[in-house]
């Protein structure tokens, strides 16, 4: 009995030591973490996490909150996938890989979508690297009323803080005890708030910001500032900086100390992207700090035309020692240890196409914390600097609505929805109108209908017969459908394309760039799509650490579109996004249907021979003028040339490839130019020396059915860009600019008030000239390889390794806008 209680037990020893424990084991360790918590959108509430913000057709970052294993999980073992609907209803995927996590670590995971309407529904996967699902979380929808902004609302972003005195301010409420504002903060109206407190909340790529507006940089948490200081917080910093060079608004508020003021520095100091391309967020330095008596002048530059905020008495500032390109907007007599001098108080620079402001006082504490009728006018100023027309609509009212279907109501046309109409119009394929289609119909129902009936029994009478002429004549009239129609479509892949480069010659030189373009199918097909600036031509080569440029592509989704949603198939599968959004995979076109694109890239230029050579300086005899030359150094002639300088615009002689113009002639007879709000309205400038959009109209193809006319014409896309590109310029008739506000720069052609208020006025040390190459339409392969194409469609593969772009087929047109930022040189 002994022996046999022994051998027992030793089996048990010997199956748990070489079966049951290493069981356990590679359970343990193949167990997959757990997702705890989901959130879409920025933070939005003070009183519930969970609340967020988010836009209809922007981007937003998906929040996953996960719960590693017992024993840990493994790197790229696991993926992320976040699932929704676009404006077309078509059914996108965007993936997201899980790092190595320690056992039972928390990790908060950020993916990315553009929601296409306030009825979408979401979902949340876990899966294997192979695509096996491990977990999900179904059906997860949006609270219309709290957490979907109209398109006309603008959103402030607080990061590093909550910045609770600025709502009130803005919103115009009264001073309440903590947390008893909440509710008031939560209503719904043009301006909208949301906040992140943690470092780890802030989205690691520069688009997870694009819902935003205006971002308040709060640097007063000294745990907050030292997360971001360090090796982790690098892709958070940089995302930030990368939005602000792209067009973003920023406001940096520094404080509240001297010593905390030298992390801050180091924080803004780690901000500019790689070496190649280095440039400071803001060129100022902060060194010490200084004693200011009173805040006089920030009061009268926040309030220039009263009523006046009592001043601040006996305030430490730090001390702002702004650089080359920044402009002092207030600044104040301060005591520098046993001296007075005059001590910058607030800041402001531009970053790429993006606009900063730097403050010498800390925004979320004492002393200005606690003056409710500064920060009233410090805030207004913001609006009135920093908040798009857009925001001046009437609050949007919360509506029940059905999944799938935007009840945002549009009082004026929107910008982008022209700009997709204008995209979408082929004029070399001829439309059907409904008087054609109603008469097809009445002869197909007559054939099937009653002459079948009367051959049938009449003639040759044998009724029984319509079983077989009935799917004949069916089957018949389809095909005879289909041929007229393959003949009046044809069967050629036909693309319009819309580039809009934008050339900052500022150190460092670099060249942001927008593409829009819109694919027309012949057939039924998924498209894979990237785009890819023209280098050597129009930038420079991808560094030698990436295999392509920093390119965003995405299908537009117009944020103004209401009720736009199309049938999708239950059987197709999902698009999805690459990598970092850097292109398209799968995306279903029906057979002869559009579907329109943007993309956003940025590439680095080459200084030895950059696409405009200029050595521009005031006149020293008269700054109201110029002195110096442009040379056009592209590939191709530049059109409809136009130079702007202190609010007005003059008109410029084409620029062939290598031709220079002395802009001096541009002053000869005490010439002034115009207003730049003229420029936008006049019908001339910018336009092609030809009247056609895109491509001429086929005739003999457009006669055989005549094209019915919309019920408004479509807009030329030279007049949309104009308005894109200075839109606050644009008479009381404008579009609304949804979606596209980062792209007016109409703030630099203004005067900069400032205070105390200078002797001469004071401007930006910069021209800004604009033009337009000729118009391309050919075989699309032609036109890719043409000189003046600045970018290039990859179809059916994506950029990057050594992979060769594919030949592009069928027709393509092609329209090129160039906007420059030239810096003037010194008088020295």
């Not at 020893?13 to 989901?38: D, N, R």
């Not at 078509?90 to 790092?99: E, K, M, N, S």
């Not at 997360?227 to 690098?234: I, M, R, V, Y």
């Not at 003229?678 to 005739?699: C, E, K, R, S």
Request: aromatic share 8%; charged share 20%; glycine share 8%.
């Amino acid at each position: 009995m002994e022996n046999t209680i022994r051998t027992k037990g030793a089996i048990c020893l010997l199956y748990w030591l070489f079966i049951g424990g290493p069981a356990v084991a590679f359970a343990q360790q193949s167990a997959p973490p757990h997702i705890e918590k989901v959130r879409i959108g920025l933070p939005g509430s003070q009183k519930e996490e969970e609340t967020a913000r988010s836009r209809n057709g922007a981007w937003a970052p998906v929040y996953v909150k996960l719960k590693a294993s017992p024993a840990g999980n493994v790197r790229d073992r696991y993926k992320l996938r976040v699932e929704t609907t676009d404006t077309e209803n078509t059914a996108y995927h965007y993936d997201v890989a899980v790092p190595a996590l320690a056992p039972n670590d928390d990790y908060n995971a950020i993916a990315y979508v553009r929601p296409g309407a306030v009825g979408s529904e979401f979902s949340v996967d876990l899966l294997t690297a192979e695509g096996r699902s491990v977990q999900g979380v179904p059906r997860l929808t949006r609270e219309v009323d709290k957490e979907t902004l109209g398109a006309k609302d603008v959103l402030y972003l607080s990061v590093g803080g909550k910045m609770a005195e600025m709502k009130r301010s803005i919103l115009g409420l009264p001073a309440l005890a903590a947390g008893a504002a909440d509710d008031a903060m939560e209503q719904k109206g043009t301006v909208q708030f949301a906040y992140i407190e943690n470092d780890f909340d802030m989205p690691d790529l520069w688009f997870g910001y694009e819902a935003a507006d205006v971002v308040i940089l709060v640097t007063r948490d000294e745990k907050f500032i030292n997360d971001l200081n360090s090796d982790n917080g690098a892709p958070r910093r940089k995302a930030l900086a990368e939005w602000v060079r792209r067009g973003g608004k920023l406001v940096v508020s520094v404080g509240p100390s001297p010593e905390h003021a030298s992390v801050v520095a180091q924080v803004l100091d780690k901000m500019p992207l790689p070496d190649f391309d280095k440039m400071p967020l803001i060129n100022c330095r902060i060194e010490g700090s200084a004693m200011c008596p009173e805040t006089a002048n920030l009061v009268r530059w926040a309030a220039p035309n009263g009523p006046f905020a009592p001043a601040l008495h006996n305030v430490e500032i730090l001390r702002l020692i702004p650089g080359d390109g920044v402009t002092v907007l207030a600044s104040e007599s301060a005591k520098v240890g046993d001296k007075t001098q005059e001590c910058p108080v607030v800041v402001e620079a531009s970053c790429g196409l993006g606009r900063v402001w730097m403050t010498a006082f800390d925004l979320d504490g004492p002393p200005f914390k606690t003056w409710p009728e500064g920060q009233k006018a410090f805030w207004s100023k913001v609006q009135s600097e920093f908040t798009p027309k857009a925001g001046l609509a009437a609050p949007r009212q919360p509506q029940q609505v059905a999944p799938g279907l935007d009840v945002t109501v549009n009082e004026q046309p929107a910008l982008l929805a022209e700009l997709q109409r204008a995209l979408e119009n082929f004029e070399q394929i001829p439309v059907v109108s409904f008087g054609w289609v109603a008469l097809f119909i009445l002869i197909y129902i007559l054939i099937v209908g009653p002459l079948d009936y009367v051959l049938l029994t009449r003639v040759f009478k044998r009724p029984e017969l319509t079983w077989i002429t009935f799917p004949v004549v069916v089957l018949s009239l389809s095909v005879l459908v289909y041929c007229v129609a393959y003949a009046m479509k044809g069967d050629d892949l036909r693309i319009n394309k819309i580039d809009l480069v934008e050339y900052d010659l500022h150190s460092p030189q670099q060249a942001y760039g927008t593409t829009w373009f819109t694919l027309f199918s012949p057939r039924i097909q998924d498209y894979t799509i990237g785009v890819e600036p023209t280098a050597p031509t129009w930038t420079v080569a991808p560094p030698q650490d990436a295999t392509s440029h920093a390119v965003e592509v995405a299908v537009l989704a117009n944020p103004d579109l209401a009720e736009r949603v199309g049938s999708s198939s239950l059987f197709r599968k999902p698009y999805a996004y690459a990598e970092d959004a850097s292109g398209l995979e799968r995306v279903p076109i029906p057979v002869w249907s559009t579907r329109t694109f943007q993309a956003s890239w940025r590439a680095g230029l080459d200084t030895a021979k950059p696409p405009l050579a200029a050595r521009i300086r005031r006149d020293p005899a008269d700054k109201t003028k110029l002195v110096g030359e442009i040379t056009n150094q592209l590939p191709v002639e530049l059109q409809s040339v136009t130079v702007f300088y202190q609010g007005r615009y003059h008109a410029v002689p084409d620029l062939g490839p290598g031709a220079t113009f002395n802009v001096q002639t541009l002053f000869a007879g005490n010439k002034i130019g115009l207003p730049a709000s003229q420029w936008v309205g006049n019908m001339q400038t910018l336009a092609p020396l030809t009247g056609a959009a895109f491509a001429p109209a086929d005739p003999g193809q457009n006669g055989r059915f005549n094209n019915p006319q919309p019920n408004y014409p479509v807009k030329q896309p030279y007049e949309l860009l104009k308005d894109l590109m200075f839109h606050t310029k644009a008479d009381g008739g404008q579009m609304n600019n949804s979606g596209l506000r980062p792209f007016d720069q109409s703030w630099r052609l203004d005067e900069e008030k400032t205070a105390p208020v200078q002797a001469d006025k004071v401007w930006r040390d910069e021209i800004i000239l604009v033009a337009r190459t000729p118009t391309l339409y050919d075989h699309s392969e032609t036109v890719a390889r043409d000189p003046g194409s600045a970018t290039r469609l990859w179809l059916d593969r994506l950029p990057g390794g050594k992979a060769e772009r594919p030949a592009l087929s069928g027709f393509l047109g092609q329209q090129t806008y160039i906007r420059a930022y030239i810096p003037l040189q010194s008088a020295k």
